[in-house]
């Protein structure tokens, strides 16, 4: 490879970064979308604690199902290594391996389903009857925990091989899917919260079909059938077990962080609970949009480090960043502009809507302060550097708790969403001493072969 095929002047990394981040922030976008759509059909079905029900239920599912996530991010880092350095037999083994685990594991939450729930439900509160809301829609959706598992491993592979525009059409697949499920269930079939959850369950069911045939026909040519040796080899295993474990106990540090801060507004009524809810979707909406950059960085780190390219490792880093942070200044901009008139379509209920408005000001701060913490996240996952990842998350966990057990007390709501922002800083500012980390590990790797 001639040296300027191995580093992009200056222009060329800008559009390599935005040829793939723009499909992924598409198809990012179309998740939080997909909940907007299911809190707004929640928030006309007649009262807060019918959309205190989705809400908790959802929150139930970013548990199960994101405290997973690793078999997508996981997957990202092991692929977009083997693509970078054309180990073609090596990629697919890891896309089996992770499929495999993937199908295990939503067996096992289908085995366990209705005391899983049950705890689950219980440990984040709310009022009876939120809780009966919840209930139905869990018991809904929980039947297709092993596709949306599997969904996870297909992502990770479209993005790790840089098939960006395939993983924006799966992602739209799945996500229409659920839209218009939602509304026949529900308007249709008169299911009310059940067919919210069993819209879900539809889409995931029929996209893991559609990513199933997405593998087949990307599969690598001219290899030999993988024999099952291959996939369990053992130290392959042992990289997929402490990678995978490092990335699990990062994302119950963030799901807890989210849980624990559900449980504190439910502590504080039905209203406050909604209100909370319905602004958390802005959240979830700016960080799958400014998620695409991290992804992007995940594909660029990976193969940029599969392939021994330092140079190509830091114009990834410094131009995602660049993006990364006109992303948040352009939705922080929106949140303020029209966040009311958003609040607005999302519920029609005047006194969740009065609490939602009174807290938007936090909400609309918020891309500013969570953009560095993502960016970083796609870096070291990209990296594989997955301890550092934890570590950092773990501390961002501790100071959250800290925050929110000093504020909530003198300042309420206020100062649930202000601990919120802090552990959101704290994200970046934990990870962000580590980074020189990876680039030397990458000259000491480049110096062992001179």
Same mark, same amino acid.
């Given at each position: 490879?001639?040296?300027?095929?191995a580093?992009?002047d200056?222009r060329?990394?800008?559009r390599? !970064?935005?040829?793939?981040?723009f499909?992924?922030?598409l198809a990012?976008?179309?998740?939080p979308?997909?909940?907007?759509v299911?809190?707004a059909?929640?928030?006309?079905?007649?009262?807060a604690?019918d959309l205190?029900?989705?809400?908790l239920g959802?929150l139930?599912?970013?548990f199960v199902?994101w405290?997973?996530?690793f078999?997508r991010?996981?997957?990202t880092?092991?692929?977009?290594?083997?693509?970078?350095?054309?180990?073609?037999a090596?990629?697919r083994a890891?896309?089996?391996?992770?499929?495999?685990?993937?199908?295990?594991?939503?067996?096992?939450?289908?085995l366990?389903?209705?005391?899983?729930i049950?705890?689950?439900?219980?440990?984040?509160?709310?009022?009876?009857?939120?809780?009966?809301?919840?209930?139905?829609y869990?018991?809904?959706?929980?039947g297709?925990?092993?596709?949306?598992?599997?969904?996870? !491993?297909?992502l990770?592979?479209?993005?790790?091989?840089q098939r !960006?525009?395939?993983?924006?059409?799966?992602?739209?697949f799945?996500?229409l899917t659920?839209?218009?499920?939602?509304?026949?269930?529900v308007?249709?079939?008169?299911?009310?919260i059940?067919?919210?959850?069993?819209?879900?369950?539809?889409?995931?069911?029929?996209?893991?079909?559609?990513g199933?045939c997405?593998l087949?026909?990307?599969?690598?040519?001219?290899?030999?059938?993988?024999a099952?040796?291959?996939v369990?080899e053992?130290?392959a295993?042992?990289?997929?077990?402490?990678?995978?474990r490092?990335?699990?106990?990062?994302?119950?540090? #963030?799901?807890?962080?989210f849980?624990?801060?559900?449980?504190?507004g439910?502590?504080?009524?039905?209203?406050?609970?909604?209100a909370?809810?319905?602004l958390?979707?802005?959240?979830t909406?700016?960080?799958?949009?400014?998620?695409?950059?991290?992804?992007?960085a995940?594909?660029?780190?990976?193969?940029?480090?599969?392939?021994?390219?330092r140079?190509a490792f830091?114009q990834?880093v410094?131009v995602?960043?660049?993006?990364?942070?006109?992303?948040?200044?352009?939705f922080?901009?929106?949140?303020?502009?029209?966040g009311?008139?958003?609040?607005?379509?999302l519920?029609?209920q005047p006194? !969740?809507r009065?609490?939602?408005?009174?807290f938007?000001?936090?909400a609309a701060l918020?891309p500013?302060?969570?953009v560095?913490?993502?960016?970083?996240?796609?870096?070291?996952?990209?990296a594989?550097?997955?301890r550092?990842l934890?570590?950092?998350?773990?501390v961002?966990l501790a100071v959250? #708790?800290c925050?929110?057990?000093a504020?909530?007390?003198?300042f309420?709501?206020?100062?649930?969403?202000?601990a919120?922002?802090v552990?959101?800083?704290s994200?970046?500012?934990t990870?962000s001493?580590?980074?020189?980390?990876?680039?030397g590990?990458?000259?000491?790797?480049s110096?062992s072969?001179?």
């Open positions: 490879m001639s040296s300027a095929e580093l992009p200056q060329g990394w800008h390599r !970064v935005l040829t793939l981040a499909p992924i922030v990012n976008l179309t998740q979308i997909l909940g907007a299911d809190t059909v929640a928030g006309h079905l007649g009262s604690a205190g029900g989705v809400a959802g139930f599912f970013n199902f405290g997973f996530g078999l991010m996981g997957t880092g092991l692929v977009a290594q083997s693509y970078g350095a054309r180990d073609f090596a990629l890891n896309v089996v391996r992770a499929l495999l685990l993937a199908l295990l594991i939503g067996g096992a939450i289908l366990i389903q209705s005391p899983l049950r705890y689950a439900l219980a440990a984040i509160g709310g009022s009876a009857e939120v809780q009966g809301n919840a209930w139905i869990c018991a809904a959706r929980i297709s925990a092993p596709f949306a598992l599997a969904n996870y !491993v297909v990770g592979y479209l993005l790790g091989t !960006v525009r395939i993983a924006l059409a799966s992602q739209v799945i996500n659920n839209v218009i499920a939602v509304l026949a269930y308007y249709g079939l008169q299911w009310g059940a067919g919210i959850g069993a819209a879900t369950a539809t889409a995931d069911t029929l996209g893991f079909v559609f199933a997405v087949w026909t990307l599969r690598p040519r001219g290899l030999a059938p993988i099952l040796r291959a369990l053992p130290a295993i042992r990289r997929l077990i402490a990678l995978n490092d990335i699990f106990l990062r994302t119950l540090c #963030l799901l807890g962080s849980g624990w801060f559900a449980h504190l439910a502590k504080q009524g039905d209203t406050i609970l909604a909370n809810a319905l958390l979707n802005f959240q909406f700016m960080a799958y949009g400014l998620d695409g950059f991290a992804h992007a995940e594909a660029l780190v990976g193969a940029a480090i599969g392939a021994g390219n140079d830091r990834a410094k995602n960043l660049l993006w990364s942070a006109l992303g948040a200044l352009g922080a901009a929106v949140y303020w502009a029209c009311p008139w958003i609040i607005g379509q519920t029609d006194a !969740v009065a609490a939602a408005r009174t938007l000001p936090w918020s500013l302060v969570s560095w913490g993502f960016l970083l996240d796609g870096v070291f996952i990209g594989t550097r997955t550092e934890m570590h950092a998350m773990a961002s959250f #708790l925050a929110s057990w504020l909530i007390g003198t309420g709501n206020h100062g649930l969403w202000i919120l922002l552990f959101m800083a994200r970046g500012l990870l001493p580590l980074l020189p980390r990876i680039s590990a990458m000259g000491r790797a110096a072969f001179r």
